[in-house]
Each structure stands twice: as C-alpha cells, then as structure tokens.
C-alpha cells in the first residue's frame, strides 16, 4: 500500500487545511496579488456570484463568507494562464487527447474563436463573424430544426439562457438537453407530481429554527462548504442533523470554520451529525418507507392510549389526498424486505423515526445519492411524505431541499431551458415575441445521444460544459458527437468536448462570470437563482481574459441574427446592448418576473413565489399527493447479483474534494485521506478480504447491464474504507464508461450514476509506474 497516496484524515472539515488549500490553488493559476480580491468580491452586493455551486449566502450583503471550493472555482476561472490559439495549435487534436483533463484546462483561458481543420488535425483562429456564419449556413441546411440539438450547463445566466430558448425555439425546435437532466432531474418531477412545483420550499432562516434537519446523499463539506456554516449553527443550538449516507464523510461529521478565529487558533470544531446511518447504496427508499412505518405504527399506537396523534390529521385531512391508500401500503410492507434493502437495523431505523417524530419542525436535504438511481423518483416522493405526515412543509423552520448543483441550473430551467416545455409558457413566448413556437418535445441529454448516434449530420452546439465527459457511456457518446456535421461548443477553457469534433467543429470562448462585461450601453450585470429560488444581480470585476472574448448573451444573440437574419422579428443586436432590455422581456413572459429590473437591483435581489411554500398546490388533485411506492426488489444490481456467482457490487460514482464536476483542481481528495491519485476505489475490508485482495491492489471494473455490451475501466488502487460490504465507490468522471445510457432513472431518465453493478478483477498487467505520487 503506498502511504503517500492514503493517509488517515481525522481532522475537521475546514480549518487550516482549506486555507492552505486556497492559498496552493491561487499560487498555482499565477494569480497572487489579485487573487485575494478577487474572492472578497464573490457573492456581495456589488460584486459576482460564485460560480462553484447553488447554495444562497447569508443576504448577500454580510461580509466576505469563505469557501474553500467556491474560492477554488473562482481562482480557476480567474487563471493568469492563456490558452491561446497559437499554444492549441502547437499540438494535433490526437495528441491533446493523450493528454488528461486536468491538464487540457490548466491551459488555460481560451482567448480567440477557433474552428478545427480536419487536414492538419488543429484547431486555428477563425474570426467571430465567420465562425457565425459557419454555424448559421449548417443550422439552415438541415432538413428538419429537430436536426440541431443545444445543450446548456448550469452557469449560464438567466439573461443568456433566456435569449439562447428564445433562439432555439424561434429556430424550430425544443431539443435543449441540460445538465439537469443528469442531476436533479428526479427532484423536479417528483415534487411537482407530489406538491406542484418542482424546487425546495425552504429559505435560509428555516434552517436557524429547524428541529431536524435529514441529510440524505449530500456531502456539503466539498460540494456544498457554505451549507456547513447553517449546519453548524444549528447543531450549536441543539438541532439534531441526521445524515443518510453509504460512506463515511468528514464534512457531515466535524466542521472548523474558517472564519472562526476562535475555532481556528483553539483547534475546536463543532459536530455536524448528532446520528450517522449508514445505509446502502440505493437503500433511502427502504430507510424512509422504514421511518413512515415507525411513525405510523406509533401513531396507531397512541390512537389505542387515547394520547396525542403523531401525525398531523388537520393537515393530512385539509391539504393532502390518497393518505389512507398510502398508509395501509406502508403498513403492509414487511420489515424484512425494508431492513435487508436499506441494508440498515430495525433499531437504526425506528431510531432515525424517533428523532423524526421528537422534532417539531423538520427540514430534508438531498443531493446526487439520491437522484442517480433508478428508483430516485419514488425515493424522493417518498421523502416528500415523510415530511407531509406531521405537516412539515409550508411552514417556517420545515420542508423540502434539492440542493442543486451548479449556481444557475435552478435559474436556467426557470427561464424555459426545458425539453418538455408547457403549453401555457409557450403560448406567451409566442405572444410576446410574435412568433409561434414549436410545441413538440425535444431530447433530453440521453435522448440527445441516442438520435446523434442513431442518424448521422446533426448539429450539436453546447452553452458550456463538458458534454463528451459528463455524460454516461463514454464511448457511445464520443460517437455520437462523431458522428455530427457540426460541433460548437461555448466555454472558457479547453476541456475534452473540444476534442471529440464533428465533421467540423468550433470553440466559442466567452467571458466567465468574475469578468467585467461592457455591451453598447456600458457595464452589465447579469442575474442568477439559486437553490432556494432567491434571484440576485453578478457583475465581474477582472478585466477579461482576453478582449476578443464575447458575454455569453452576446453569442447568443450574433448566432440568432445571422441564423434567423430575415426571420426573426427579434431585434437581437439591440436586446442584448443593454441586458434591463432582456429582463424586461423576461417580466413580460414571466409573471413571477414582473417589475424584474427593479426588484433585481435591491441588494440581495428577491425571492421567486413557491406555491408549496404557501400551502397551495398546483397538482392534478389540488392538494399534495401521497404516493404509494414499494421497496423495489428488482433493480439492475438485483438482477445482476441473481445471474452471477461471483460478488457483484454497487458503484457510486461521485466527486472528489478537489474537482468541479468534469473540471480537476489537483489529486487531492483531502477529507477521505486519498493523495495524489484518482483511479482509486472505496471498499469495505471484509470484502477486499473474500475477493482475496489487499488495500493498495490494482483493479479493472467492468460493468453489468443486460445489453452485453462490454465496459470496463482499468488500473484502479483498491482503499480501503467505511462503507458498507457490496457497496464501493470511485470518481466521476473516470468511471463514467461503465455508465449504460440505456440505464437511467425511471419518468426522469437521469443516468444511473451511483448505483452501476459491477465485478472486479485483478489488474494484469505489471505496467504500473512507481504510482504516482505528487
Ligand atoms: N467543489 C465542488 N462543488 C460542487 C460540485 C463539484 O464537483 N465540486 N458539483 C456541483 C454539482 S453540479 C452538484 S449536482 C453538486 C453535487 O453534490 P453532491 O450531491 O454532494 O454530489 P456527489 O459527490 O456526487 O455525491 C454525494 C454523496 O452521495 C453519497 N451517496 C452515494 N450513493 C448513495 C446512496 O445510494 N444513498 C445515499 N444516501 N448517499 C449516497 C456519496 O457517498 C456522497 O457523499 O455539487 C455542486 N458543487
Ligand atoms: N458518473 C457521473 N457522472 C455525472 C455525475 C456524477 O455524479 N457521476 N454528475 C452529473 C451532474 S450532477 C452534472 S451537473 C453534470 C455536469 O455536466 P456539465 O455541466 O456538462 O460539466 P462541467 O464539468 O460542470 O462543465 C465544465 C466546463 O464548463 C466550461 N465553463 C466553465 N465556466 C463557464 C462559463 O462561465 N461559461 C461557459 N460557457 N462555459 C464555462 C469550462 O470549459 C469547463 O470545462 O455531470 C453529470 N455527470
Ligand atoms: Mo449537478
């Protein structure tokens, strides 16, 4: 076993260790000297929103909050390095594609358009008004608008997402895959269904007078640093914080703050989890259906005693319909099937359910262990009636928490970037932009790659991110960007989608979020929404990384002027001169938008009206709806297991601390004491002891689904860890080949990306180098 790549960490989460780790990342982009004041301007008044992730800020006018992560995002974004076209152009695209993703983004900024040459295989300056009519000419030659496909990633703005669905959807089509799809999709389906709108119905002060709030699949100390700042206020003030989780996480067990002096110099920190259970992979279902049977059977048993009831009958009776078709499904399903799924004791659970029924106000967070599963529209339903049955939700200090995922995904989907568009939001597009907008739906990410790869000579143009990476079925995927006339994608830095070209293909490279961006009416600011629907004002303060480089919103209106150029009644050129005129618009379509420009310029911007919030229910029956589902029984790794002999075991497939999603800061994965390597995974000792191996072996995982098709990975280092036996877990986005497409969430189609079967085996080979160690 190398000890330089495993190291106990029994540390706080926080503390010295994030400082330093901010410190080595602003040195490492060159950025010293303005680096600092850089990050004192994330999330303030006046200054940007943090592009790491979607959790709120105290009110956007309290003084600096740090964030290891968020600082790190930043940093990133705000590199002294310079991908210019001459340094691309030094390699082949064959070559960069030796090379890793952390390498390819620490190239850094991209700073002119760049179209690729097929003869010399490189990528060349192109300028902006050809790369435009490139993409035009392509888009109108297509026989069918159904033939252009436009992805969005979540840091794009309200004011470019707005006007990039006003394009697509004046184009003719509503095929806008997003990366929702493969993150909290399952959580706006389910919600909407169970209480008529899709988000979280709880605000910041709810968690400062929350009773209890239930963690399930999150792990905030490297996703979510600032929400760790609400949960150690609230375990400070005796609030129990229950997590629900396979792996042992440091951020849901200790916490230093930073920003206490106190803390930092005395080495204090405070307990986040006051209980820890740790169920496994995809057992959340049967944990919650557990605790529902607890409260239910308690319930019945006060009934008997003539006490006080657990549930809230008032509530149940006035706001919710099919409680008692739900109750006797509870009721009926058997203990043995809830313990062995959820892969917890009968004590955990009833232990889990007292601490439910002892609070009185009760808030659930959850994050990707919950969404990528095939069940997690029914785990999520399910947690939605846990908290319906004593009232918890609609009033303060209690609800629902989807913590999203990238700052503006919540706001991007607001805006209509949706490939299943309503008839009445449509209907008033087309009003107000005098058009008539297309009505059939379009793909979703897993659609996307099923039509690219079923008809050849689409166009695939991408608002950010890392589609060719992100995605499940690595392989499949890169076909089908193959097999595309045209690939664009817009971004900041190089990253692998570049590299997996069309016919021809180009890289659109705009301003980031931390950058000053002057249209013909001077600075701009754009706006965002984050997780608890709150909609504020960004505006950068760096001079941009290059000054060719175009805002987001201005891509999208030159690209919709030249395609549309005869067309569109739009006027483009002068919407995006002065962004309050893009917001205007979005007041007319939206109502909950109405006097945008002004509510928007008040420091910390408003909150969007959530309906659930007020005990309204905009479903099919009016009221919110309890939904009966069963432990399932039957999932992919049912199945797997029952056709091998073998051991199959449960992969998860999640971040490390010191990653963006498909970005890579460095090797480190600090808080599960993992250095300098990423091809590890995760393994209870008891079954690295049956398969006859030893922390520190190497490993291929190859995956099972009933296709046959064969995906594996290779050279993975075996660490051993606390989580349960058949489950393991590794990084995205090294895993995600073993990702069937065809293996995706049941009604949202989220990739299954946290419960893959798969068997392992020894690696062969003796190629490994003296393991690389930093
Ligand atoms: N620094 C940083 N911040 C980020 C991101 C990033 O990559 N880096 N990504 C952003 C994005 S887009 C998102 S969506 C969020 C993601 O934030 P998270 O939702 O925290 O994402 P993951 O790291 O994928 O996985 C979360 C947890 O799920 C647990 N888990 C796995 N399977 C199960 C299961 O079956 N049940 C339960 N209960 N738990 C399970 C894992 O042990 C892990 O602790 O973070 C956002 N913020
Ligand atoms: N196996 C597995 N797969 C997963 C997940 C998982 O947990 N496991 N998680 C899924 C989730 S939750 C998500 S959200 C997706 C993420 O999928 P994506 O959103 O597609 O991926 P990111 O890695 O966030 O995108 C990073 C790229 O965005 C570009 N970029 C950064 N800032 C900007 C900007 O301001 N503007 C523009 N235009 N571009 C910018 C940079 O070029 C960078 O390379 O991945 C999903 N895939
Ligand atoms: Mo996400």
């Known amino acids: 076993m190398n000890k330089k790549v495993v190291q106990v960490y029994n540390r706080p989460a926080g503390g010295w260790g994030a400082l330093k780790s901010v410190a080595q990342q602003i040195i490492e982009q060159g950025i010293p000297g303005k680096g600092a004041k850089t990050l004192l301007s994330a999330n303030q008044p006046d200054g940007f929103d943090c592009p790491g992730c979607a959790w709120p800020d105290a009110d956007h006018t309290s003084t600096f909050e740090f964030c290891e992560n968020g600082a790190k995002a930043v940093a990133a974004e705000s590199t002294a390095r310079r991908a210019t076209p001459d340094i691309i152009a030094a390699h082949t695209v064959k070559e960069l594609t030796t090379h890793s993703d952390y390498w390819l983004e620490g190239l850094g900024r991209m700073t002119q358009p760049m179209q690729y040459d097929r003869s010399s295989d490189r990528y060349q300056a192109i300028s902006w008004e050809s790369a435009f009519n490139l993409i035009a000419t392509h888009l109108n030659a ?16 309200n004011e470019a997402a707005f006007l990039y669905q006003l394009f697509v959807r004046e184009f003719g089509t509503n095929n806008f895959p997003d990366c929702s799809n493969m993150c909290h999709e399952p959580s706006g389906f389910a919600m ?95 944990t919650v259906k557990g605790m529902i049977k607890c409260v239910l059977e308690a319930d019945v048993a006060v009934q008997a005693a003539g006490a006080k009831r657990i549930i809230d009958v008032e509530f149940i009776a006035e ?33 889990a359910a007292d601490i439910y029924m002892a609070a009185g106000k009760v808030i659930a967070c959850w994050g990707m262990g919950i969404t990528q599963h095939k069940h997690s529209v029914a ?68 659609g996307a790659i099923q039509a690219m790869l079923d008809a050849p000579n689409k ?28 690939t664009v994608h817009v971004a900041t830095k190089l990253n692998r989608s570049h590299l997996v070209c069309g016919r021809e293909a180009l890289i659109l490279p705009c301003l980031g979020r931390t950058e000053i961006d002057i249209q013909a009416t001077g600075p701009q600011a754009v706006s965002v929404e984050d997780s608890m629907s ?85 479903t099919a029956t009016n009221k919110a709806n309890f939904y009966a589902h069963a432990v399932p029984t039957d999932l992919p790794i049912h199945q797997a297991r029952e056709s091998r002999s073998s051991p199959v075991f449960n992969l998860a497939t999640m971040r490390s601390h010191d990653q963006y999603n498909t970005t890579i800061y460095g090797m480190n994965d600090r808080y599960r004491g993992v250095f300098g390597e990423r091809r590890v995974l995760f393994i209870n000792k008891d079954d690295m002891a049956e398969l006859a191996m030893q922390a520190g072996d190497w490993v291929d995982i190859e995956s099972l689904c009933d296709d046959n098709a064969r995906r594996q990975v290779k050279r993975f280092m075996l660490v051993e860890y606390n989580i349960p036996r058949g489950c393991l877990a590794a990084y995205f986005p090294e895993t995600n080949g073993l990702v069937p497409l065809s293996s995706f969430a049941d ?12 068997v392992i085996t020894s690696h062969i080979e003796a190629t490994v180098p003296a393991i690389a160690v930093q």
């Open 319 to 351: 706001h919710t319909a099919n409680f008692d078709q739900f109750a006797a499904e509870v009721l009926a399903e058997p203990w043995d099937v809830i313990v062995r799924e959820s892969g917890l004791e009968r004590a955990q659970i009833q232990r």
């Open 192 to 286: 909407r269904e169970a209480i008529g709108v899709g988000k979280g119905t709880v605000l910041l002060s709810d968690f400062q007078i929350a009773d209890a709030i239930l963690i399930f699949g999150q792990n905030p100390g490297t996703n979510h640093p600032r929400m760790l700042g609400e949960l150690r206020g609230a375990s400070k003030r005796g609030a129990a914080i229950v997590s629900f989780n396979p792996l042992r996480e440091r951020g849901l067990e200790k916490f230093q703050n930073p920003q206490d002096m106190t803390e930092m110099i005395s080495g204090q920190s405070t307990a986040i989890s006051s209980d820890y259970f740790q169920l496994k992979i995809g057992g959340d279902l049967a």
């Open 379 to 446: 785990t999520i339903q399910m947690i939605v009636n846990l908290l319906l049955l004593r009232g918890n939700i609609g009033r303060p200090g209690a609800g629902p928490c989807p913590v999203r995922g990238h700052s503006n995904v919540q706001g991007d989907r607001t805006m209509g970037i949706y490939e299943k568009p309503n008839t009445a939001f449509l209907d008033r597009l087309g009003q107000v932009f005098d058009f008539v907008p297309p009505r059939e739906h379009g793909y979703d990410t897993v």
């Open 459 to 486: 166009v695939f143009f991408a608002l950010g991110g890392n589609f060719a990476t992100a995605t499940p079925d690595t392989e499949l995927t890169h076909k089908a960007l193959q097999n595309c006339a045209l």
């Open 534 to 618: 709150m909609v504020h004002l960004s505006s950068g303060i760096n001079a941009p990384a290059s000054p060719e480089l175009l805002s987001e919103p201005m891509i999208v209106a030159r690209l919709a002027a030249a395609t549309l150029k005869g067309r569109s009644k739009t006027d483009w050129m002068w919407l995006v001169a002065d962004y309050d005129r893009i917001r205007d618009k979005i007041a007319a379509v939206f109502d909950d938008f109405a006097d945008f420009n002004t509510r928007v310029k008040v420091p910390g911007g408003f909150h969007l009206r959530n309906t659930a919030s007020e005990r309204l229910w905009k």
């Open 747 to 758: 009604y949202a189609r989220t990739p299954t990306s946290k419960s893959i079967p798969v």
């Open 142 to 157: 297509l026989p069918s608008p159904d033939d252009a496909i436009f992805y969005t990633s979540g840091r794009t703005s």
